[in-house]
Structure formats: structure tokens, C-alpha cells
T-cell receptor, first 112, second 109 residues
Framework: DGGITQSPKYLFRKEGQNVTLSCEQN?????MYWYRQDPGQGLRLIYY???????QKGDIAEGYSVSREKKESFPLTVTSAQKNPTAFYLC???????????FGPGTRLTVL | DAKTTQPPSMDCAEGRAANLPCNHS???????VYWYRQIHSQGPQYIIH???NNETNEMASLIITEDRKSSTLILPHATLRDTAVYYC??????????FGGGTRLMVKP
């Protein structure tokens, strides 16, 4: 069953803690993306990666970090430096031959 | 990338066609029109995209005007499960998707 998986679906964290969100894809896509969505808003790009071991900052990278050690995986760490981390986080991927991105189901992070 | 303008909300009766408009008057010749939708608390779902010609797939049809300044997404027989926020995005090849406010479509019985 091909697709993009994100885990967990819901995540709670105490203020000041780092937390890592998982994103895995078995579509053999080269590029992967992380977006943040706040209630009633569109998506904002956090980080993206075009190939393994390389990634670039998006529009709102402060307080976040990523790694791309494997083609299939692009985990996002929300650090304690992120002032307003409560949001819906979406991962996406695409092949290099098309601009069409396919999205995972999302992780809703709540900071208590 | 060109900006898009969509109505914030629309209603449609179940079983009828839903026609969602999008204005992109500053679109350039090599920019594509993409449509995604997002059902509440889920990831966005790709629907369709086009450059100049009208496009149709199993989900929807995309009608792009001859001057490419506007387009319409058509869901031919809307169902309750089509209730979602629909995003129209204009994208230059190799650039990033930019999601605006979209149109909140409510399909009513």
C-alpha cells in the first residue's frame, strides 16, 4: 500500500521539550516537504529536501530542524526555540519530474 | 508566482455540479493552475492541474479561460464527502506550492 505516513496523529508535549514528528514515504519520491497549518489558515513551508543529505529552509524554519539520511524518511524536530509550536503539521513528497505534491495525513501537535 | 483570488465560501446541493471559480489575472505563460482540497483535519488532496487546455480526470474537470486569467473547477455530481476547502494555486515549474485561503465548499443534502 503506497503512500505517505505521518506519526503520531496527535502529539502532546510540555513547554520546553523538543519533539520529533515522523514522515515516511514509499513512493520513491525524491523531494520531501514539511508545512505548518494554523487554524483557518493556509499552509506555510518550514523545510524541504530535494535529495538525500540535503535540505533547505522554507519561510518559517526558525525553531525547527530536519534531517534526510534516507530517501524514504524526513523527520521534523520541533525545538523549544519554536515560540508557538501548537499547529497541524503536514508532510508532502513529489518526484523530480512533476510539481505535484502528495500529502500525508498530518500530525496535530499541542503544547501544554 | 501569480496570486489567486477565490470566494471564501460556496454552497452546493448534493447531486448537483459544483463550480468553483478562481481568478489569476497575473498568471504568466509557463505557470500551471493546480487544485487541491482539504477535508477537515486531513492532509490536502491533489485534484487536478492544467496549463492551457481543459483537463478532466476521475475527480473533476478544470476549465481554463482562453486568456488564462481565470479557471473553474467542476465537480460534476457533488456528494456530502466533497465538503472541503478547495485551493487554487498558480505555480511556476520548480517553485513551491503556496496555499492561500481557498474556498470552503459546503455540500448540502
Amino acid at each position: 500500500d503506497g503512500g505517505i505516513t505521518q506519526s503520531p496523529k496527535y502529539l502532546f508535549r510540555k513547554e520546553g521539550q523538543n519533539v520529533t514528528l515522523s514522515c515516511e514515504q514509499n513512493l520513491n519520491h525524491d523531494a520531501m516537504y514539511w508545512y505548518r497549518q494554523d487554524p483557518g489558515q493556509g499552509l506555510r513551508l518550514i523545510y524541504y529536501s530535494q535529495i538525500v543529505n540535503d535540505f533547505q529552509k522554507g519561510d518559517i524554519a526558525e525553531g525547527y530542524s530536519v534531517s534526510r539520511e534516507k530517501k524514504e524518511s524526513f523527520p521534523l524536530t520541533v525545538t523549544s526555540a519554536q515560540k508557538n509550536p501548537t499547529a497541524f503539521y503536514l508532510c508532502a513528497s513529489r518526484t523530480v519530474n512533476t510539481d505535484t505534491q502528495y500529502f500525508g495525513p498530518g500530525t496535530r501537535l499541542t503544547v501544554l | 508566482d501569480a496570486k489567486t483570488t477565490q470566494p471564501p465560501s460556496m454552497d452546493c446541493a448534493e447531486g448537483r455540479a459544483a463550480n468553483l471559480p478562481c481568478n489569476h489575472s497575473t498568471i504568466s505563460g509557463n505557470e500551471y493552475v493546480y487544485w487541491y482540497r482539504q477535508i477537515h483535519s486531513q492532509g490536502p488532496q491533489y485534484i487536478i492541474h492544467g496549463l492551457k487546455n481543459n483537463e478532466t480526470n476521475e475527480m473533476a474537470s478544470l476549465i481554463i479561460t482562453e486568456d488564462r486569467k481565470s479557471s473553474t473547477l467542476i465537480l460534476p455530481h457533488a456528494t456530502l464527502r466533497d465538503t472541503a476547502v478547495y485551493y487554487c494555486i498558480v505555480l511556476n515549474a520548480g517553485n513551491m506550492l503556496t496555499f492561500g485561503g481557498g474556498t470552503r465548499l459546503m455540500v448540502k443534502p
